[in-house]
């Protein structure tokens, strides 16, 4: 879907849609990759200072930083 997105983009084609698609789906798939990582570090995960402690802040930032999900899937819906 990115690389999609990313052609459109370089073909100077309309691609808000697709980058809106992108922008929506990556945060959530980051956001269930760093859960399953910290569940398997336990404990651990939550002291601070540690890699997945720092990316489980980081994923979660980026739900809301880039434009919240539910502002990008109104973006998809209207372009549908």
Do not use: N, W
Request: proline share 4%; aromatic share 2%; net charge negative.
């Amino acid at each position: 879907l990115a690389y999609h997105a990313a052609e459109l983009a370089a073909a100077g084609q309309p691609c808000l849609r697709e980058v809106s698609m992108v922008k929506a789906l990556s945060p959530e798939v980051l956001h269930e990759v760093v859960h399953g990582c910290l569940q398997l570090h336990g404990g651990s995960g939550f002291m601070l200072g540690t890699p997945i402690e720092r990316m489980v802040r980081d994923a979660r930032v980026l739900t809301i930083g880039g434009g919240a999900t539910e502002v990008m899937l109104e973006e998809v819906a209207k372009r549908m």
